[in-house]
């Protein structure tokens, strides 16, 4: 499939926005939180995680809302993405001698809203780049090329911590710095080329009028019962996903230990499994063609779900980097199908508005399962029971996603408004 200008730019950010989740979700800022000498567990993460899932969420319906409005788009994606870079290079002035580490969990926060901030405009702008037909392989690809680009600022990144060493906070710091500037440099492409296509035309009081249609979507949204019953099945499915990401670093440190696992070995299977996401997000892309993405979704959850059981028994490294080969396997193309297919069914004049909604399904999933493995270890005092308090997320979403039609039976009454 050749990809257009447009695609490709819209493509780059998702090369740009995945090296900060790779490098401060998920690796680097779990290690330095845990250097602080007054950081009780790496495990507490999960904690401001969800806050921060939490302020994008009350923020996401809103935002999105007033974003469908014409040339409004763009300026909100803007605004978002720039605060994230900025608070991703910001991370890099705090140090774990200094023991500040609420200012870390401060740049943390604003970090994380300005990524998922950004990410309802950018996921929005999926209607505008692309049809309906090419909608899955070039949302798969820009997850695809997101995991195999990250490789490079992570990996230049992990170089620098190797040979500085992995206990100095230096080359961590470092990696921030890396990570902002590869996020902002492929953020350009998409301003320059990427236009806002489907809108609504501006209209006195822009802000009044947007909570008014904000209610009313609201409202009316179980008459879209595809959207609804898909949001519904999202909402649990992706917290696991979500929680994964976020949380293996410091389960996998908490289980097996650091004396079993060095952070070098551990940043290293991470980097291995974004090598494996990038050629099985491509080719869910390509088997949602042939089977559907319905399929291929319900075949992530599985895979996942096996995943959580085989997370369990963990003893060995090599368990660490098999499990990270599985969950690579259907990360990428679990995360791009359902943003394609929900782009698919949504209106797409009031594409921010739904995504807005997307997002806070998803964030508000995102809380639950941090939250939950956190509370788990501390009931428990075990870490690894708290991969199990995931299962029932991914079990509940199969249950609502299989009721959902396949995607050639989607109604088309679905898709219009109130």
Not at 335 to 363: D, H, M, T
């Amino acid at each position: 499939m050749r990809l257009s200008r447009e695609e490709k730019s819209w493509i780059l950010y998702d090369c740009g926005n995945s090296a900060y989740s790779m490098a401060v979700t998920t690796a680097l800022l779990p290690i330095v939180f845990g250097m602080f000498d007054n950081v009780k567990s790496s495990m507490d993460l999960g904690y401001f995680s969800s806050i921060a899932s939490i302020l994008v969420a009350v923020l996401s319906p809103i935002l999105g809302t007033i974003a469908d409005y014409k040339d409004k788009k763009k300026r909100f994606f803007i605004f978002f993405a720039f605060l994230g870079i900025i608070s991703t290079a910001a991370l890099s002035f705090v140090s774990p001698s200094s023991g500040q580490w609420q200012l870390l969990i401060l740049f943390f926060v604003l970090s994380a809203i300005g990524f998922s901030g950004s990410n309802i405009f950018y996921d929005s702008f999926l209607v505008d780049v692309s049809s309906d037909d090419r909608m899955d392989k070039v949302s798969t690809r820009g997850f695809a090329f997101g995991y195999i680009s990250s490789v490079i600022p992570f990996g230049i990144s992990l170089a620098l911590i190797y040979f500085m060493g992995m206990d100095n906070a230096t080359g961590y710091q470092i990696g921030f710095i890396i990570t902002a500037l590869w996020w902002g440099l492929l953020t350009l492409p998409i301003i320059n080329d990427v236009k806002q296509r489907h809108y609504i035309e501006p209209e006195p009081r822009p802000v009044i009028n947007s909570f008014k249609r904000l209610a009313d979507t609201f409202i009316h949204i179980r008459n879209h019962k595809t959207v609804f019953v898909f949001l519904i099945a999202y909402f649990f499915y992706i917290d696991g996903v979500d929680t994964i990401i976020k949380m293996v670093v410091p389960y996998a440190t908490s289980v097996l230990g650091e004396n079993s696992l060095d952070t070098f070995t551990l940043l290293g299977i991470l980097l291995i499994v974004q090598i494996i996401a990038f050629p099985f997000s491509i080719l869910y892309g390509n088997l949602a063609k042939r089977f559907s993405a319905r399929t291929m979704i319900i075949a992530g959850i599985f895979t996942y779900i096996i995943s959580c059981i085989a997370a369990f028994f963990i003893s060995t490294v090599w368990h660490i980097f098999i499990l990270g080969a599985m969950i690579g396997s259907a990360q990428g193309g679990i995360q791009a199908l359902s943003r394609s297919y929900f782009a698919r069914i949504v209106p797409k004049e009031n594409s921010n508005e739904f995504f807005g909604f997307y997002n806070i399904f998803g964030k508000f999933a995102a809380i639950v399962g941090p939250t939950l493995m956190s509370l788990t270890t501390t009931i428990t005092g075990n870490a690894r029971y708290s991969v199990l308090a995931i299962i029932p997320l991914f079990l509940i979403g199969f249950v609502i996603y299989i009721s959902l039609p396949k995607d050639q039976n989607i109604d088309s009454k679905d898709l219009t408004l109130y």
